[in-house]
């Protein structure tokens, strides 16, 4: 049986999966719950979900609750390690910091244009996924096995 991917859930999918539940976002959140992945994140991701929880009519309830159900592995991250990306633009380099550091074969993110064509970050992470693209993937590569 072939492992679940390990997967960094970037904030824009936590947001709108918990804002959204029947959506895209809020399938990768259910898969994540159901172990069909393995997610990860950092107190750097949750803190960004946290300062924008409002601006999508959330609670900090909402987000506890929601991490309660998909219990992500956290990863601890350095200043160190998030400012070695200097190639990367400045608000991405904590989520590819915490891919690597994690070892996620994923990152899967709704604010894609600067990861997906990035070369410094296909150098480190197999693939960068809008929502959909990843439910896809995810469904040709391993649930249809």
Do not use: Y
């Amino acid at each position: 049986m072939t492992p679940a991917p390990r997967v960094v859930i970037d904030t824009t999918v936590w947001l709108s999966g918990m804002h959204q539940c029947n959506g895209p976002n809020g399938a990768i959140l259910a898969l994540a719950k159901n172990r069909k992945i393995v997610p990860i994140t950092s107190a750097w991701i949750m803190e960004e979900v946290s300062r924008n929880l409002q601006k999508f009519q959330l609670s900090s309830w909402d987000h506890i609750a929601a991490i309660h159900d998909v219990k992500p592995e956290t990863i601890e991250l350095s200043e160190a390690e998030i400012s070695q990306w200097e190639k990367i633009p400045r608000k991405d380099r904590h989520v590819v910091a915490v891919a690597v550091k994690g070892r996620a074969k994923v990152i899967v993110t709704s604010d894609a244009r600067h990861l997906v064509n990035n070369p410094h970050v296909l150098a480190v992470v197999e693939h960068v996924f809008p929502p959909e693209k990843f439910l896809e993937w995810l469904r040709n590569s391993f649930i249809n096995q």
